[in-house]
């Protein structure tokens, strides 16, 4: 009887019991299934189309970074910077190298290069000192491998990308981004000193006129003519210009690019990067032409720039004014000639 009692019991109290336990749960749930549906619907508005719309479109948020534009998510002109590098200046810029290349390629088996029209006599004139030699090597070098990392940022993702395991394509990309950084500053020391060094004998004067109307004397009906020139003719004062103001450009764009630390915009970084690009392409067409002419030209054009020295034929067929000038000086004299 007592054990009938006590199931009795037992089957009245469990039922009562998880009735109660529910009855108490039950609001909390309910709050619960509340609050996850309204952060739900939070959620849902906060990545709505609104929403991103309005991020697209530019609008400011709240942040508590006291940095000029961190509210802004997305940033409108960056895609017109976007476009214009990518789909304009990057295609141009390919066609402009590549445009560069063909026509040298051209000249050399077209044109020829432009040959002694004497013997060499053998007579060494001093042309280049060791400084001017060093420090054309040394701008030679940084101008190159700026040139060649600068490119590969540019178009990497174009060529080596596609070819590479990523790691391989993470390294390189890495290794080339730093390089630049820091080979910039030095490219704009080097050009400092070109400029301080080379820029009284590159200004330009009514000799020049006459240089440039005779083609200098490399194509055409003028091919082979020598038209008088000083230390430098007009195209090499050209190419110096060149390589100064472009210099300048691209060296200052670059630093503002590389220090971002004197409240530049989002904008300034935009622009800055175009006109890096625009003025490093210009240099590095404007350099195919004079790398191939001291390259393969030139007969003995290359031999100044080498040893310091060129021959006595090559320095009065190029350099007439400048061969009679230092003709007669010392260090021409056959005897007196030391190694510098
Ligand atoms: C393989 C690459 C290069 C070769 C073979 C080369 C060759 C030469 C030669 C032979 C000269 C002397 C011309 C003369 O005696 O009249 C010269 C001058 C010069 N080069 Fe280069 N060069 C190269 C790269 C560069 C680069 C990359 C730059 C600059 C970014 C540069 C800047 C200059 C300047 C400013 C002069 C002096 C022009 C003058 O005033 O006469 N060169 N180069």
């Not at 000192?129 to 540019?154: E, I, K, N």
Request: net charge positive.
């Amino acid at each position: 009887m007592l054990k009938q009692l006590k199931r009795l019991s037992l089957s009245l109290l469990l039922p009562l019991m998880a009735a109660l336990t529910l009855s108490f749960a039950m609001p909390s749930m309910a709050n619960e299934s509340a609050a996850a549906k309204s952060a739900e619907k939070e959620m849902t508005q906060l990545a709505g189309a609104d929403i991103w719309r309005e991020v697209r479109a530019g609008q400011e948020g709240y942040t508590t970074s006291q940095w000029p534009e961190h509210g802004v998510l997305i940033s409108t002109a960056g895609e017109t910077w976007f476009v214009l590098k990518e789909k304009w200046m990057s295609p141009l810029g390919a066609l402009a190298i590549f445009g560069s290349l063909v026509m040298v390629t051209l000249a050399y088996f077209v044109v020829g290069p432009l040959k002694l029209s004497k013997p060499k006599t053998g007579r060494k004139i001093k042309r280049w000192s060791r400084m001017d030699r060093a420090l054309h090597w040394s701008m030679a070098f940084s101008f190159l491998t700026l040139a060649f990392s600068g490119l590969c940022l540019v178009y990497g993702k174009h060529f080596l990308k596609p070819i590479l395991p990523s790691e391989i394509w993470g390294m390189i990309i890495y290794a080339a981004k730093q390089y630049h950084n820091y080979m910039g500053p030095i490219f704009f020391i080097l050009l400092m000193c070109v400029l301080l060094k080379w820029w009284r004998k590159s200004i330009f004067n009514k000799t020049d006129i006459q240089w440039f109307m005779k083609m200098g004397g490399m194509v055409g009906k003028h091919k082979g003519s020598h038209p008088s020139a000083g230390f430098s003719n007009g195209g090499e004062k050209a190419i110096y210009w060149l390589l100064i103001v472009f210099g300048i450009v691209v060296a200052f764009s670059g630093f503002v690019l590389d220090f971002p630390m004197f409240g530049q915009l989002r904008r300034d970084m935009e622009l800055s990067n175009l006109v890096h690009m625009l003025s490093a392409l210009i240099l590095i067409c404007g350099f195919i032409f004079h790398i191939y002419i001291g390259l393969f030209g030139m007969e003995a054009g290359l031999d100044g720039m080498v040893t310091g020295d060129v021959d006595e034929t090559w320095a009065k067929e190029h350099h007439d004014l400048w061969y009679h000038e230092v003709k007669d000086l010392p260090e021409n004299q056959p005897q007196d000639k030391k190694v510098d």
